[in-house]
């Protein structure tokens, strides 16, 4: 069983960082994530689990339109509702 209060060395290690941006003249969203750990599909499937995180995702989702093909929420996970795109530049 896993314990938010007391989480296992792993669990330690693991950072996710989530920004959302938006730009007012597109009405369009940016999201940066940096994740930072060992197991990330682990990690992604245990998010995917989390009650909360899934309330979020049926709130949002109608409020957003994915720029990938054939995506048809966040929940459905293939293809993914977040387009990646690679980062060209970073300023710690």
Do not use: C
């Amino acid at each position: 069983m896993r314990s938010l209060t007391n989480p296992s060395p792993r669990e330690k290690l693991t950072t996710i960082t989530d920004s959302i941006f938006h730009d007012p003249e597109t009405g369009i969203l940016f999201a940066s994530f940096k994740y930072v750990g060992y197991d990330y599909a682990g990690d992604m499937e245990r998010m995917r689990e989390n009650p909360k995180v899934r309330e979020w995702w049926k709130m949002t989702d109608s409020m957003q339109e994915s720029l990938v093909p054939g995506a048809k929420d966040s929940e459905s996970g293939e293809p993914s509702w977040w387009k990646p795109v690679e980062e060209v530049f970073y300023t710690p």
